[in-house]
């Protein structure tokens, strides 16, 4: 049983995203409520639209991982204005779902059933940049010269986003490479998109 937990300790942490205006013990308390709404989700995953792998999934990080990361989200106002939700928290919970993330949401009653946490699994090759590097430090890693080295980092760093890539193509296959050595895309996106916070 040992080697099973050292195999499993570390591999999903529960990340949440609370607003920046309620109390420290507010903000986990409201963690609190959506990591058991989305044990609720995950009870009833076949009425949810999941699939077993989400079970899995949660029964790893539930069972050995148990690291909750806590975000600072920003404002909670779900007023709509011009086709989207005026609150940043409101936003991320969107930008969630388009990544397709699976994630649960709290609405707290006492403040006017106002958006107060979101929460999603967050694999290890997000999160893991020792073992799972960024494409900075991939390229380094390979076997190249350190002028190609810096003219593919260039190119990275150069584009606008990480979809739209110099079209040529040993480029792309180095991009690719590194793209599945951290899971695809949706980790890509999933890091790009959990660069932007801080802790709450």
């Known amino acids: 049983m040992k080697d099973l937990i050292l195999d499993h300790k570390d591999d999903w942490r529960m990340y949440g995203l609370v607003p920046y205006n309620i109390s420290p013990i507010q903000q986990g308390i409201q963690f609190g409520h959506a990591v058991q709404e989305y044990n609720n989700l995950i009870h009833d995953y076949q009425n949810n639209d999941l699939k077993l792998s989400d079970v ?3 029964d790893s990080w539930r069972l050995f991982g148990k690291t909750f990361i806590v975000l600072n989200g920003g404002t909670t106002n779900s007023r709509i204005i011009e086709d989207a939700p005026f609150g940043s928290l409101n936003q991320h919970a969107n930008t969630l779902k388009d990544l397709g993330v699976v994630t649960a949401e709290f609405y707290e009653p006492d403040l006017g059933e106002q958006l107060t946490a979101i929460v999603f699994l967050v694999h290890k090759q997000v999160f893991n940049k020792k073992e799972y590097p960024g494409f900075v430090d991939y390229v380094n ?16 760093k150069n584009e606008d986003s990480y979809l739209h890539k110099p079209s040529f193509e040993e480029y ?18 999933l890091r790009e998109f959990l660069s932007k916070f801080s802790f709450a």
């Open 141 to 156: 890693s390979l076997d190249f010269t350190t002028e190609y080295k810096v003219f593919l980092i260039n190119s990275f």
């Open 172 to 189: 792309l296959e180095i991009y690719s490479n590194w793209v599945d050595s951290i899971g695809g895309i949706k980790n890509v996106q």
């Open 56 to 58: 899995e999934n949660f």
